[in-house]
Structures are given as C-alpha cells and as structure tokens.
C-alpha cells in the first residue's frame, strides 16, 4: 500500500503547506494515541511531536480531539477501503461470494497487511486504543461510514454467510470480528517486530483469520437463544 506519509520539507524560509501541517499533526497524534491511549495525551503534547510552535494549530485544524480521532481514521481507512473494494470485485468475478473463507481475506487482509509497515503498525495500535476508549464505538464508526462503500459490501457478503440466525446475534458477531481482528493484530505487536518477523506474522494473519472463520460458523447454542429472548423482553417492557 502506498505510503501516505511522507511529508516534503518546505525550502529554507518558506511557509509550511496547510495541507503538511495537518499531516504532521495526524501523524503524530496517531502515534501518541496509538502508544498512551486517546485521554492520556494532551492537544500540547500532540503540538509539540508535530513541530508545531502555534499551540492553536491543532484546535485549528481540527476544531477538536474527537474530530482528530475522525481525521486520523479516515486518513488510513479510505485507502485501506479502497483495497477492499478491489478484493471485494475479484472475489465477485471469481463465483466466491459464499466462501467464506475467501470473504474475511478481502475484509481483514488490507488492514492486516499494513502490519509489515511501521505506519500500518502505529494505526493498528490506534485503532485499538479507540476500540477501548468508552467515547467512541469503532465498530460503529466503521460500519456506518459512506465514505466507506468497501466495508458496506464484504460486510453484507460476511451477513448473508453467517446464514438465517437472529439480528442481535447476527450484529453481535459482526462487531466481535472488528474487536477480535484489532485487538489481537495491536497485541501481537507488543510482543513482535512485525515489520521484520515476516514468518511469525503471515503464520499470525492466517491463523487469526482461520480463528474468526470458526467463530463465525459456530452454531448458535440454546443457552444464547434463551438468554436472547430475556433480553427482547427487557427492551420490549422498556418501551411499553
């Protein structure tokens, strides 16, 4: 995938583009984040790994740290989207439209083969860090996103194989494969040099991506139907 970051060094004396200046910021906002956890840094910390002397350049160029988080998302996502739509098409042309298999490499393998990047590794660690944050839904964010259209696809490709199983069950697992498929990928980083380990990482994506395709294919036990209806009955009483 195209490196999105490389930034240009402006001539000796000259101003620094808008356009750079944000970069800077989104950058280095997604590694602090990425390393400290969204509320533990602070928009002057943010300012000052960025380069930036204006202590207002952040609140600027971005009204807000919520909305740097959005920026920061969509920075990476549109690419890594793009990807997807790609693999969505091949798959489509291919008559494998009911593999499974084949559906979560489209979904999965262009956000986990960023891993071999050190920018794909600091998004990860991004991504996990608004998964935990109670101020945001990632799931959500992603899922509902137009600028998105690769995500609307695979993921209406991955609900009509996980078959004629109850909605809440069926949005249950969907937003446990984002979780399983983030947090385990920001994990494994601590623990290994992805960009260099090659070896341990195509071992790690494959059999994460075997794991999330058992997940899905598990059958729906009578424990989880029985406490499903416990839970329609709360809801239906709360709007009564």
């Known amino acids: 995938m195209k490196n999105k970051d490389t930034i240009t060094a402006p001539a000796p004396g000259a101003a620094r583009p808008r356009?750079?200046?944000?970069?800077r910021l989104i950058i280095a906002a997604e590694k602090l984040f990425g390393?400290?956890?969204?509320?533990?840094?602070?928009?002057?910390?943010?300012?000052?790994?960025?380069g930036q002397r204006n202590e207002s350049a952040?609140?600027?160029?971005?009204?807000?740290?919520s909305a740097l988080v959005e920026s920061i998302l969509l920075h990476r996502a549109s690419d890594i989207d793009k990807d997807r739509g790609e693999r969505v098409d091949a798959l489509l042309q291919a008559g494998e439209e009911k593999n499974l298999s084949s559906i979560l490499r489209a979904t999965f393998l262009p956000l986990l083969e960023m891993l071999n990047e050190e920018d794909g590794v600091r998004f990860i660690r991004f991504l996990a860090q608004v998964l935990n944050d109670p101020d945001f839904d990632l799931p959500m964010m992603v899922a509902t996103r137009g600028q998105l259209p690769g995500v609307s696809r695979a993921n209406a490709l991955?609900?009509?194989?996980?078959?004629?199983?109850?909605p809440e069950i069926s949005i249950q697992r969907q937003r446990f494969l984002i979780e399983m498929v983030v947090s385990s990928a920001a994990i494994w980083t601590r623990h290994h040099d992805p960009v260099i380990d090659t070896a341990e990482r195509e071992f790690f994506i494959v059999t994460l991506l075997d794991s999330i395709?058992?997940?899905?294919?598990?059958?729906?036990?009578?424990?989880?139907?029985?406490?499903?209806?416990?839970?329609?009955?709360?809801?239906e009483k709360k709007t009564v």
């Open 19 to 23: 356009s750079d200046t944000r970069l």
């Open 213 to 235: 395709e058992g997940f899905l294919k598990a059958p729906v036990s009578r424990e989880a139907l029985e406490k499903l209806k416990k839970v329609v009955a709360k809801k």
């Open 35 to 50: 390393d400290k956890g969204i509320h533990a840094v602070t928009l002057k910390e943010i300012n000052s790994a960025a």
């Open 58 to 65: 952040l609140h600027y160029h971005f009204g807000s740290k």
């Open 158 to 166: 991955i609900v009509a194989s996980i078959g004629d199983v109850a």
